[in-house]
């Protein structure tokens, strides 16, 4: 902020108002984005849809983006393959697959004003393969389209989002994607990259505009991921985030009372061993996922938001309200 006559106006380099929220130039509320990662297979995709769904829910407009390849996110959704631009899905949901290609072009275009001699950069082969081999080039590039639609939205459309749900790659690449800004700062000081970076760093670090959701299973490798997932984006990358996520929570059917007695021989001759077998097994896996939830508090420091499971082979995108209806309250 700069001061002038005793008062403060924001710096016309940073076109948000990191306490108010908003793009001072239009007064628009700046949108929130909420980052999915996790190890792959505990859910994520998932939840980044129950998450966007949340958000419509409540009455916000709301771009959903697959950055996995191939990934899954279409399939919850129930439409065709995802594309490089924005589709609309359902009433107030976009979604869109980040295409590093496409990114990168983009990239270019916005770092060399000069079309001619951007053109010229992207239709040199040898141009394209020492982009994606300098490490963090193709991150940058995904970022700063990511950036693009958070600042400006969908070009073609006109719309702007509220809400910005990532579903990102799974733990081993999400780390170092978000870590971008803070990885290449040291190599460009100054000049547009620099200027691209600061304002993704920004963003990305600021809590009033991004949330990142870490997931997990009530599995004991998922969770000591999560933990070890959890300290490196807050501590090493600076990404606020939310408390951690435990996916497919078997919900409580039996008291203490009656989990004992599932054990006891006697008081259980009379029951059907199918049902009985069911019923010990859900016991069982409620018992897991308490004893993981504790294990996620106690890595973490934080009390992990339980999600249930879904009893549903589908997992279709108008099943997702109740993970919706429990994460919601904690990233909103």
């Known amino acids: 902020m700069a001061e002038r006559g005793g008062k403060r106006f924001p710096r016309a380099n940073n076109p948000i108002d990191a306490r108010g929220g908003v793009d001072y130039l239009t007064r628009v509320p700046a949108a929130r984005l909420a980052i999915v990662t996790g190890k792959g297979g505990v859910g994520k995709t998932t939840v980044a849809a129950a998450l966007a769904r949340a958000a419509v829910r409540a ?96 070009r073609a459309s006109g719309v702007r989002y509220d809400w910005v749900v990532l579903d990102s790659p799974a733990s081993g690449h999400s780390a170092p994607l978000l870590a971008t800004p803070r990885a290449l700062g040291g190599l460009a000081a100054v000049g547009p990259l620099a200027s691209s970076l600061a304002r993704i760093g920004r963003w990305l670090s600021d809590p009033d505009r991004t949330t990142g959701v870490v997931v997990a299973l009530p599995e004991p490798w998922a969770v000591a991921e999560a933990v070890e997932l959890y300290a490196r984006l807050r501590d090493d990358v600076g990404i ?93």
């Not at 989990?259 to 006891?264: F, N, P, V």
Request: proline share 9%; glycine share 6%; aromatic share 6%.
């Open 240 to 332: 606020p985030l939310a408390r951690p996520v435990l996916n497919a929570v078997f919900p409580r059917r039996f008291g203490k009372r009656e989990a004992e007695l599932l054990r006891d021989p006697e008081a259980t001759a009379a029951i059907a061993p199918d049902l009985l077998t069911a019923a010990r097994y859900f016991a069982r896996r409620r018992t897991d996922a308490q004893t993981q939830a504790r294990a996620l508090r106690s890595g973490t420091g934080e009390r992990p938001v339980e999600l249930p499971f879904l009893f549903s082979p589908e997992m279709r995108i108008d099943e997702l309200d109740p993970l919706g209806d429990a994460l919601w309250p904690a990233v909103a």
């Open 59 to 154: 009455g916000k407009r709301v771009l959903l983006i697959e950055l996995s390849s191939p990934g899954r996110l279409a399939h919850v959704l129930g439409v065709p393959p995802l594309g490089r631009e924005p589709r609309a899905i359902g009433r107030s949901l976009d979604a869109v697959a980040l295409d590093e290609e496409r990114a990168l072009e983009t990239f270019v275009a916005d770092l060399v004003p000069l079309r001619v001699l951007s053109r010229r950069l992207l239709s040199s082969e040898t141009f394209r393969i020492v982009a994606a081999a300098v490490p963090g080039i193709p991150e940058a590039a995904m970022l700063s389209q990511l950036l693009a639609w958070l600042e400006r939205g969908d």
